[in-house]
């Protein structure tokens, strides 16, 4: 399985940029980065999707490192409604493999 | 445009009883996923469809599960002589090529007792 580690838990001030970031050293050439978020009681949303070149949508923004190994997602301007779990993913055998994920708390 | 669904939300049971639970995914998605999730973990990966073949499962899925998707649209997933390690959050999502990302239902909230 393609492993990423990330930080079990972040703090961000309401109104500030998030980063997070993940580590996915083992990622092959042809493997995406995606990102989850899973706010309580609710079933994981899908955020961004990248291979390696930095990505943005309505939601985030994706910036990946050029070797590959690394990514950080970027919640611009982040709201208490974007406290949440957010996993780190790279798809293999098309199964999510899910870890802890970053327990992300916005601070009023 | 409509998300995958899934019902019951809650059910509570008691030991040693038959449940199943149903998933509708997104119109036109021919993948289909189940995924377990307990207190304080991410999901766990079960078993998944394309179209009606079931072609994975996961060694977590013993033989009191079994996961259906006859026509290859909703899924059910029954679980038989139900334990209390089987309280959990069930989650189906589901796809459609050629992107990977998978669309999740609220999941069904089983609390066995």
């Known amino acids: 399985d393609a492993k990423t580690t990330q930080p079990p838990s972040m703090d961000c001030a309401e109104g500030r940029a998030a980063n997070l970031p993940c580590n996915h050293s083992t990622i092959s050439g042809n493997e995406y980065v995606y990102w989850y978020r899973q706010i309580h009681s609710q079933g994981p949303q899908y955020i961004i999707h990248?291979?390696?070149n930095n990505e943005t949508n309505e939601m985030a923004s994706l910036i990946i490192t050029e070797d590959r190994k690394s990514s950080t997602l970027i919640l611009p301007h982040a709201t208490l409604r974007d406290t949440a779990v957010y996993y780190c993913?790279?798809?293999?055998?098309?199964?999510?493999?899910f870890g802890k994920g970053t327990r992300l708390h916005i601070l009023p | 445009d409509t998300g995958v669904s899934q019902d019951p939300r809650h059910k509570i049971t008691k030991r040693g009883q038959n449940v199943t639970f149903r998933c509708d995914p997104i119109?036109?998605?021919?993948?289909l996923y189940w995924y377990r999730q307990t207190l304080g973990q991410g999901p766990e990966f079960l078993t998944y469809?394309?179209?009606?073949?079931?072609?994975?499962k996961s060694r977590l899925l013993s033989d009191r599960f079994s996961a259906e998707r006859p026509k290859g649209s909703f899924s059910t997933l029954e679980i038989q002589r139900t334990e209390q390690g089987d309280s959990a959050m069930y989650l189906c999502a589901s796809r459609t090529g050629p992107s990977y990302e998978q669309y999740f239902g609220p999941g069904t909230r089983l609390t066995v007792t």
């Open positions: 119109s036109e998605h021919n993948r």
């Open positions: 993913i790279v798809i293999r055998d098309d199964k999510i493999i």
């Open positions: 990248g291979l390696k």
């Open positions: 469809f394309q179209n009606e073949a079931q072609l994975e």
